[in-house]
């Protein structure tokens, strides 16, 4: 689990890779510029999802909210759950 922060919760298991953001967008030239806006790194983009990384120093949350306080294309953080 090198990179993650896991957080158990009613039963289930939340794995969130560090600085890991994800978002939908329309194609992949507006998912990179959106990078640009929040000053992230762009690493993927399948389907509509974009996958970003951000500086594991970083206030991921604060980051989130700075953006959409400034109107920017919608970030989320990226986790996963399991069941135990």
């Known amino acids: 689990m090198d990179g993650q922060i896991m957080d158990t919760h009613q039963g289930d298991i939340q794995s969130i890779t560090n600085g890991e953001l994800i978002g ?5 030239e507006e998912a990179e510029a959106a990078a640009k806006l929040y000053n992230i790194r ?9 996958v970003f990384e951000a ?8 980051l989130i909210e700075d953006g959409k306080a400034k109107g920017w294309p919608e970030l989320s953080i990226n986790f996963r759950r399991e069941l135990y």
């Open 42 to 50: 762009f690493k993927s983009f399948d389907g509509r999802v974009a």
């Open 55 to 62: 500086d594991t120093s970083a206030d991921i949350q604060k």
């Open 24 to 28: 939908v967008f329309a194609d992949k």
